[in-house]
């Protein structure tokens, strides 16, 4: 099985979470793969994009399983993938961007959203480059045409998700598990960041993923 990591929004491959993680996949000799969503340009960005560049990785070996970790707008966009790509055979989700796009409505104000549709760009902090970056306005309308109850693959999925999280609302996940009862929920004290419950995170991901004790092969 390949595993790889789709980190969230205005983050990259260099991210705390993304870091730790490959820290502790190499101690079982496993590769995590990481795509930096920010090839092409921030400005650029949109949720096609992402899952795009995914399934080009996906695709270079096409007959191989794939493990997914997605964290936020990550997790959002693995979720799609698992519905796409039939090689998707597991799903690990860290506060995943659930209720996006009509999440981010609530989140701007009017005069936000005005100037965005107005100027084409709306700046927005980028937690690997340091400082603000333009995000066109391509991002939101790219994110409408994605109807999320339109995600039913059942497959097996773990969700983790911080009780103190200000950016996803916990809510989100709690109803999403309620609706999809093949999906378990672990509800962490941390929030949207997550950097104090790396080990709780990394423990559920070992065990979800069999990393411990991996199936055999038959012979």
């Known amino acids: 099985m390949r595993y790889l990591y789709l980190h969230g929004f205005a983050s990259g491959p260099s991210s705390f ?8 996949f190499q101690q079982h000799q496993i590769t995590l793969e990481i ?12 949720l096609s994009r992402q899952i795009q560049q995914v399934q080009a990785l996906i695709n270079q070996t096409p007959e191989e399983p794939i493990g997914l970790i997605g964290s936020s707008f990550g997790g959002l966009t693995a979720l799609w993938l698992a519905e796409q790509c039939p090689q998707v055979e597991r799903l690990g989700l860290l506060a995943p961007a659930l209720g996006f796009p009509h999440s981010w409505h609530d989140r701007l104000s009017p005069d936000q959203l005005d100037q965005w549709q107005r100027s084409g760009q709306l700046m ?4 690997t480059a340091g400082k603000e970056l333009p995000l066109g306005l391509g991002f939101w309308e790219d994110a409408q045409r994605y109807d999320q109850s339109k995600l039913q693959r059942v497959l097996p999925t ?7 999280d200000r950016t996803v609302s916990i809510e989100l996940s ?16 941390t929030d949207h960041g997550m950097g104090e419950a790396i080990e709780p995170i990394w423990q559920t991901i070992e065990r979800f993923f069999q990393l411990l004790n991996p199936p055999q092969a038959l012979h």
Not at 158 to 164: E, K, N, P, S
Not at 174 to 189: D, R
Request: charged fraction near 20%.
């Open 17 to 24: 979470k993304a870091r730790a993680l490959t820290d502790r």
């Open 35 to 46: 795509p930096d969503f920010n090839e092409g340009g921030f400005t650029g960005l949109t």
């Open 124 to 127: 927005v902090y980028h937690y």
């Open 158 to 164: 773990v969700i983790l998700h911080g009780r103190a």
């Open 174 to 189: 709690q109803q999403w598990t309620a609706s999809h009862p093949w999906v378990e929920l672990i509800e962490l004290e």
